[in-house]
């Protein structure tokens, strides 16, 4: 391995070794997405034994929406977080002089929300069919889409948050916890976009999200893949990721220019 | 100005300005493949901000950069490959190994049988019983060397050092001056040092730039300005210029005596 492969791997190697280190992290990246199933799961079995089998599709709905709105959110703070480590050890300085491009390191930080991603979510997806018997290999082969849409937009709003971190430095750390859930009532993770007031409705129309989960929706109370939804989602995860590259690219130069890149962590 | 092909670095009419302050004030200067050259000035000087700008954290307000042949302002990536950077303000990832820093910077510098190199470093600068150890449990002279490792993991043609012995004992301070001395005489690197101590200084560097208030002020050699400001001593000098003092038959402001 050679180039730029070797350069992301190198970033990665690096990540991964502290995983390697320190059980308390990994423990920490299953640890909320494992907690959110089982208070969602408890609640889903009480609100099927209260209200029959007739509320087991609903049921259904509901702890889909947890898993992939997880899979939205540890994409997200798979980047930041990353970025965040580089941060905290005060390492950006020597990780910026090395040969490595800022479009490597973008690319290192989304594989390392990729595998941050997966071992997080796949316990929750364990924990949901054993004891909830919700199978969310049951949306079939177009969950692999889902999946991706989701990760993209995470990844879009990560390097939004990381533009912040550059130009605002070290105070602008909560947004890596933050800024998602915020965008998660426009989401409709557990209800139909329909169910929101009509003038926030073009909100949730633009974010890829929102289609995702109507059309994880779809499939499990109608039984149909709704196509246009995955289009849209994919469509404007393309212009939400173009929008947050060159936010990107306009705050690493922006941050040369005032010597950022050596103090942001101050 | 001499500009040429053999000079590692070649810097024109350099300016930083943030906002109102202006942090370097059109500075000029050359390094010639294989010389150390050392950046004396006191606090606020510009010492770090010119180093910032050699290596392309910092992107200058106008002027011109070189390095290796490469336009830092166009062509970063392709000097940053052949130089490296060491300093105590910089630090490691604290929780790796040093032998998983160093394979880190291995990987980012596309080192052949980087395993092989970190062997090398680890004998040559001592730190074979370091090598599993976080770098974070490491004594200040331990990390220094690591650091020294680091930077040089790429085998670089140009290495910039921004205090490379502040807080070290004499011994180690000494084994790392020690150490520089013997990596430039063995591969003919080029060595930018910017430094507060003046006995480090005049022994190192083959060149020195005074630097004050982001201007240079004064350049040589070593001898030269001892030579000048009629001192024994750099500290002399150094103080001569700080205070805008001048010895008995002292010099005006030299900007032409050293390779530039």
Known sequence: MTGAPRRIWGLMYRHLALYRRSWPRLLELAYWP??????????????????????????????????????????????????????????????????????????ALICMSMIRMLVGVAPAVALAWAFYAFNVFAL??????????????????????????????????????????????????????????????????????AHVFEGMRGILLDGAVQWYHLLWAFGLNGVWLGVATLLFARQFHQARVRGALLSIGE | MNLSPTNAIEVQGLIKRYGDVLAVDGIDFAAPAGATLGLLGGNGAGKTTTIAMLLG?????????????????????????????????VSLPQRLTVRENLRVYGHLYNVRHTDARIAELAAELD??????????????????????????????????????????????????????????????????????????????????????????????????????????????????????????????????????
């Not at chain 1, 912040?164 to 998660?184: D, K, N, Q, T, Y």
């Not at chain 2, 430039?184 to 005049?202: F, P, Y």
């Open chain 2, 57 to 89: 954290l910092l992107l200058p307000t106008s002027g011109s950069i070189r390095v290796l042949g490469h336009d830092m302002l166009r062509d970063r990536f392709a000097a940053l490959a052949r130089m490296n950077f060491s300093s105590p303000y």
């Open chain 1, 140 to 209: 079939g082969p177009v969950l692999v889409l889902f999946f991706a849409n989701l990760m993209i937009m995470g990844w879009s709003v990560a390097l939004a948050v990381v533009s912040m971190i550059l130009r605002h430095g070290a105070g602008a750390e909560p947004l890596a916890w933050s800024v998602l859930f915020g965008l998660a009532p426009f989401s409709a993770v557990f209800y139909p976009v329909a169910v929101l007031p009509a003038a926030v409705r073009p909100i949730a129309l633009a974010l890829p999200s």
């Open chain 2, 127 to 260: 730190l074979g019983v370091l090598l599993d150890r976080p770098a974070g449990q490491l004594s200040a002279g331990q990390k220094t060397r690591v650091a020294l490792a680091k930077s040089l993991i790429n085998r670089p043609e140009l290495l910039l050092l921004d205090e490379p012995t502040a807080s070290l004992d004499p011994d180690t301070g000494d084994l790392v001056r020690t150490w520089l001395e013997r990596y430039r005489a063995e591969t003919g690197c080029t060595i930018l040092l910017a430094s507060h101590n003046m006995a480090e200084v005049e022994r190192l560097c083959s060149h020195v730039l005074m630097l004050k208030q982001g201007r240079v002020v004064d350049r040589g050699s070593p001898q030269d300005l001892l030579d000048r400001y009629g001192r024994d001593d750099l500290e002399e000098v150094f103080l001569d210029i700080a205070r805008d003092r001048r010895s008995a038959g002292g010099p005006s402001v030299n900007q032409d005596a050293v390779p530039a």
């Open chain 1, 34 to 107: 494992v907690l959110g199933m089982c208070i969602w799961g408890f609640t889903a079995t009480f609100l099927t034994r209260r209200l029959g089998s007739g509320a087991a599709v609903t049921v259904s709905a509901l702890l889909g929406g947890v898993l992939l709105w997880e899979v939205c959110l540890r994409s997200q703070m798979g980047v930041t977080i990353s970025f965040l480590e580089e941060l905290w050890s005060r390492n950006l300085g020597h990780v910026f002089v090395s040969p490595l491009r800022p479009w490597e390191l973008v690319a």
